[in-house]
């Protein structure tokens, strides 16, 4: 069972445990996740300011609630909430024009995060040769994933503990569906999504002549081709040629599963089908709750062994 936690402005709590409609998306393409509630309640509700859930004892999500409504009818009072998790405080804030000269991630936190409510990271601490530029309009995420990208070659996460995660490292956890809680599962195949090769120019005014092959597309026979240019860090590196290269060959199957119950499993979280060798990456996860019970349906992708 699944217990909500609000806090009004005043950080009064207060606890639902029954909702009518829930809606809870986890998506790799958005770095927020996205809860949509709707309650029955007695009366009037105070102005709220956050959201936690939990199933058990487990936090599941975190957030600050985006919008409140309050609806009365006959039929009685029902309160609405959408919010996104933390996040959404990066998303949403606008970062200071300046330029850092050998940033690390300690000079950042205390700069940009901490003010901000982020109080821990997890990564590395050492500082990187050469200058982040913040540009007008940047919000702080795109700092962080600037940084990340072009200094640590990772993608960022901010985990449901509010910890900001840059090693770029996914959770080797495993969820194993039973068959009795699958209530429908397919497999598709995109070859759409396949680069057969990537050439890179590596210096200013060079030749592209750094060839990087898929060997899943050539299996298949398919030919499309990209020209990318790293001689400038803040275009990419040549790892992250290889890194595009590795997920667009991951992305080529994807697993789609519904499931009766709740499982809110982090993104990255292996996936296994209960009797079959096959292990898949969790990319997205969407719970829904309403009057015809709860599903929770699951996109991963296939795990290279």
């Known amino acids: 069972m699944l217990t909500f936690i609000l806090k009004d402005i005043h950080q009064h709590t207060v606890v639902l445990h029954h909702p009518l409609k829930v809606s809870l998306s986890f998506d790799d393409q958005a770095p927020a996740d996205y809860l949509t509630a709707v309650f029955a309640v007695s009366g009037k509700v105070p102005l709220l300011s956050s959201i936690e859930v939990k199933q058990e004892e487990e936090r599941i999500f975190f957030g600050y609630i985006d919008e409140q409504t309050e609806e009365s009818s006959q039929k009685g ?149 990209r020209y990318v240019s790293v001689a400038d860090s803040r275009n990419g590196t040549v790892l992250s040629v290889k890194e595009m290269l590795h997920k667009t060959e991951a992305a080529y199957e994807r697993l789609q599963v519904t499931c009766s119950g709740c499982f809110p499993a982090e993104q990255g979280t292996l996936l296994q089908l209960n009797g079959q060798p096959e292990i898949y990456r969790i990319r997205t996860i969407r719970y829904t709750l309403d009057s015809t019970g709860e599903t929770t349906s699951i996109e991963a992708e296939r795990k290279e062994i």
């Open 77 to 225: 009072h029902l309160l609405s909430v959408t919010a996104r998790s933390l996040a959404a405080v990066l998303l949403d804030n606008e970062a200071q024009p300046q330029q850092y000269c050998m940033p690390s991630m300690p000079l950042l936190m205390q700069r940009h995060f901490i003010p901000l409510g982020f109080t821990k990271f997890k990564g590395s601490s050492s500082a990187y040769s050469g200058q982040l530029t913040i540009t007008k309009g940047m919000s702080e995420w795109a700092v962080l994933q600037n940084f990340c990208r072009c200094f640590v070659q990772t993608e960022p996460k901010i985990r449901r503990s509010g910890v900001i995660d840059i090693t770029g490292q996914a959770p080797q956890e495993m969820l194993v569906l039973s068959d009795n809680s699958i209530l429908s599962c397919r497999h598709v195949y995109r070859p759409y999504v396949l680069f057969s090769d990537i050439w890179a120019r590596t210096r200013v005014g060079g030749d592209y002549s750094m060839p990087f092959i898929s060997p899943k597309a050539q299996k298949l026979g398919i030919l499309r081709r």
